[in-house]
């Protein structure tokens, strides 16, 4: 059975984010990848999920406040830290952080929020991936803390599923090593008994 979305799955990588470069996806780019990212398991239609767009000069200022919220919380960084922190969303043209946005439902647990905030994270890069552009997601020490948080847009009860970086990518994307499947599925034999 041949199926272009299936090779397109089979091959899908990461690329490296300081390989990612401009051009960026356009304004109508990134509404289709939020249309393909929203369209995923949802129960009881909740929206548990929402996305914030980090570009141009704002991943500058972001990595002005990320490296004095870790020298606060460090005391003084060496250079090669600081510029680390510095540079955390500036190293692709686009950012877009995925977010947990919990709601109360009395049927709905928080936990099957959050995947599903990391189901549309999937789709997104998957998306980007379809449009031609690289992505790479991470999360990292600021995902963590509340000071982070906020620096980043999220409300206190919000959590981040992660930052998806995007950008145009030449090549190839590394490849990594990759479980075995006939390793990860079993077929049911019974509770498990100890």
């Known amino acids: 059975m041949a199926s272009p979305i299936i090779d397109f799955l089979l091959t899908r990588n990461s ?3 300081p390989d990612l470069k401009e051009p960026a ?3 109508t780019e990134i509404a289709t990848m939020i249309a393909a990212a929203s369209r995923v398991p949802d129960h009881g239609r909740l929206e548990p999920w929402r ?3 980090y570009r141009g000069e704002a991943r500058v200022e972001i990595g002005k406040k990320l490296a004095a919220l870790a020298e606060q919380r460090e005391g003084p960084l060496a250079e090669g830290r600081r510029n680390q922190e510095l540079a955390r969303f500036s190293r692709a043209p686009l ?5 947990s946005v919990p709601r109360e439902n009395p049927k709905i647990p928080q936990w099957e929020m959050f995947l599903s905030g990391g189901m549309a994270a999937m789709n997104l890069m998957i998306a980007a991936n379809a449009l031609g552009y690289g992505t790479n997601m991470i999360s990292n020490w600021y ?3 509340a ?3 906020a620096i980043l847009g999220l409300s206190p009860q919000e959590r981040v599923v992660g930052f998806v970086h995007i950008g145009s990518y030449q090549g190839p994307a590394p490849e990594r090593p990759r479980p075995d499947p006939a390793k990860l599925y079993a077929e049911y034999t019974g509770p498990w008994a100890g």
Do not use: C, K, N, Y
């Open 95 to 99: 950012v877009i952080g995925v977010v």
């Open 147 to 149: 000071e982070g948080r």
């Open 51 to 53: 996305f914030i767009l």
């Open 25 to 27: 996806p356009s304004d």
């Open 143 to 145: 995902s963590d803390v």
């Open 15 to 17: 690329a490296p984010i």
